[in-house]
């Protein structure tokens, strides 16, 4: 071989070596983002697990552990009968309060001839608990608390009430929705053997649109997106830079929620991606290049903060994700744009609160469902 050859030879070598090396680069950099792996080294080693025995000498030898500290004496802390009975008393809480309402229900009393047994109640209650879109329900006046509430088995009711939603996001109370919602209660009034008096259909529908009209108004849902700069991201990157701040699986795939800080309550911030990449066959493989964070106004409390956690939880994504924030089309959104959407937010929440509906209450969340 002449030394030509042999030196075309080895640049065309070189040539094959650097495509492939530039393929390989290329594809590592456009492949999505996936999760790190856990630090070991970091990781609690597994206590020694000892099983359960009588003899506490025999699991500890003599004099070990003489200087362990054993915790307060229970006997300090005993409380006598009657100091009990001077201890602060927790003041009632508001999200207690019964759960039909005249702010935002159609109620109509329901008066028997004799007090009813709860099981005989629960035995009468219609199979469903909605009249078309509107939720529908029955409460007693229990005897022995005097408290309205839901019918239970082995209490006494003295009188019921039965009332349904004058709106919720599905629209106003209609005349078809009421009649359905009399025909309900009558039967229940029928089944204990109850006096209904039902208000004015023309009335409450009215009182319906008026209030339908208020909460369309007063609705607010943000929702903003988060758009990859350059390389997608993985599932598993996305989850796994969501649960630094916070965040925990929801109850669909590809939807993650910021909890809020009283258990049961719906969640502050919700961060949703595509479904299909949650439930792909290979996570790591599915690309990502947007996720939305989105907040629904109404069923937060204004105390939470929610729109300046948006607002944190929306930069540390970006920053640690390489991602820039848009809105639901996709455009830029400055740091600056956000301003006014607070300052709107503040007056939304004061209109509420006027209303008797603060945004996170158990009547707001009601109404804005």
């Known amino acids: 071989m002449s030394t030509l050859q042999l030196s075309l030879a ?17 594809s590592r950099r456009n492949a999505p983002k996936r999760a790190l792996p856990q630090d070991s080294d970091h990781a609690a080693e597994p206590a020694l697990r000892q099983e359960p025995g009588f003899d506490a000498s025999a699991a500890v030898p003599s004099g070990e552990f003489q200087g362990l500290d054993r915790g307060p004496d229970p006997s300090a802390h005993a409380v006598d009968a009657d100091d009990a009975l001077q201890l602060p008393v927790p003041p009632f809480s508001a999200e207690r309060r019964p759960g039909l309402d005249p702010l935002i ?42 408290q309205w509430e839901t019918p239970a088995p082995g209490q006494r009711y003295q009188s019921f009430q039965a009332g349904v939603q004058l709106a919720n996001r599905m629209g106003a109370l209609n005349e078809i929705e009421f009649s359905e ?9 029928d089944a ?13 529908v009215a ?10 108004d007063h609705d607010a849902q943000l929702m903003f997106m988060l758009r990859a700069r350059q390389a997608a991201w ?8 969501a649960a630094r701040l916070g ?12 909890p809020a800080s009283t258990p049961g309550l719906p969640p502050l911030l919700t961060l949703g991606y595509d479904t299909q990449a949650a439930l792909a066959d290979d996570p790591d493989q599915s690309a990502i290049r947007d996720i939305t964070l989105s907040l629904d106004v109404a069923q937060v409390h204004r105390t939470e903060q929610p729109f300046a956690r948006l607002r944190d939880v929306a930069a540390a994504l970006c920053q640690a994700m390489d991602g820039v924030l848009c809105d639901q089309n996709g455009s830029s959104l400055p740091a600056m744009a956000m301003d006014p959407i607070a300052g709107d937010l503040e007056l939304l929440y004061d209109q509420l609160d006027g209303r008797d509906l603060a945004a996170g209450s158990v009547l707001a969340r009601r109404l804005f469902s």
């Open 10 to 26: 080895i640049i065309g070598g070189l040539v094959l070596a650097l495509i492939v090396a530039y393929n390989t680069w290329t």
């Open 105 to 146: 229900d159609v109620i109509a009393s329901l008066q028997p001839e004799h007090v009813v047994s709860g099981d005989a109640a629960l035995a009468a209650l219609p199979p469903t608990r909605r009249a078309g879109s509107k939720p529908f329900a029955i409460e007693g006046l229990n005897e022995a608390t005097q």
């Open 181 to 189: 919602f009399v025909m309900k209660a009558q039967a229940f009034a």
């Open 192 to 204: 204990i053997n109850a006096a209904p008096d039902f208000p004015d259909m023309l009335q409450e």
């Open 207 to 216: 009182r319906a649109r008026e209030l339908d009209q208020f909460a369309s």
């Open 234 to 241: 993985s599932p598993g990157y996305v989850q796994q830079n």
């Open 247 to 258: 965040f925990v699986p929801g109850a669909m795939p590809g939807r993650l929620v910021l």
